[in-house]
């Protein structure tokens, strides 16, 4: 892949630092548990946004790594409380009930700075032992989704999901009756 550095796998441990486990991707959608290292609590995720709002929720309670720049709301919601969004909690590595084997790939995310109003930082693909280094929150999105789709290819060396294909077929039909 270009863009990847040598083989590297990062100490862990810092407090932007956050593991990954991605247990299933359909259609895109990724569901896994995320887990702050730092603090030992974790996160079970339905999908990437969940798993994006919860881990700017944990930078924004912990302070780090510092937000250069104040986030920006819609005028309606300027007045009211914070939006929920999904919380570490305490877990022990006992308690999972996924089994290893069933782990699809597992990342380091390690966010460094947060300028611009997005993420910078390094991302370990951990079974491959690869890092990269992501300069926006969409560059890291990219780098996953190029990382899930090696994994879902190796595994369904075919590649083709009939399921999926007619699914988005008959989405982008529904999409033309509404227009």
Known sequence: MAGMNPPLILP?????DFIMH???CDQWIVR???????SGRSILFHSLMELIL??????????????????????????????????????????DDILPESIMASFLIRVQFRQNSSWQGTLVWME?????????????????ADALQIVV??????????????????MAAKLVEKS
Not at 154 to 160: L, T
Request: proline share 7%.
């Open 54 to 95: 919860a881990v700017q929720a944990k930078m924004d309670e912990i302070a780090f790594p510092q937000s250069a720049t104040a986030p920006r709301k819609w005028k309606i919601r300027q007045n009211q409380p914070p939006m929920h969004c999904p919380a570490f909690i305490a877990t022990e590595e006992s308690s």
């Open 22 to 24: 991605i247990y299933a």
């Open 32 to 38: 896994g548990r995320a887990s702050h290292v730092q």
């Open 12 to 16: 862990i441990g810092r407090s932007s």
């Open 128 to 144: 491959h032992k690869e890092s990269c280094a992501f300069r926006s929150l969409l560059e890291l999105l990219n780098l996953l």
């Open 153 to 170: 290819t190796a595994s369904n060396p075919a590649g083709v999901n009939k399921d999926s294909e007619v699914t988005t077929a008959k």
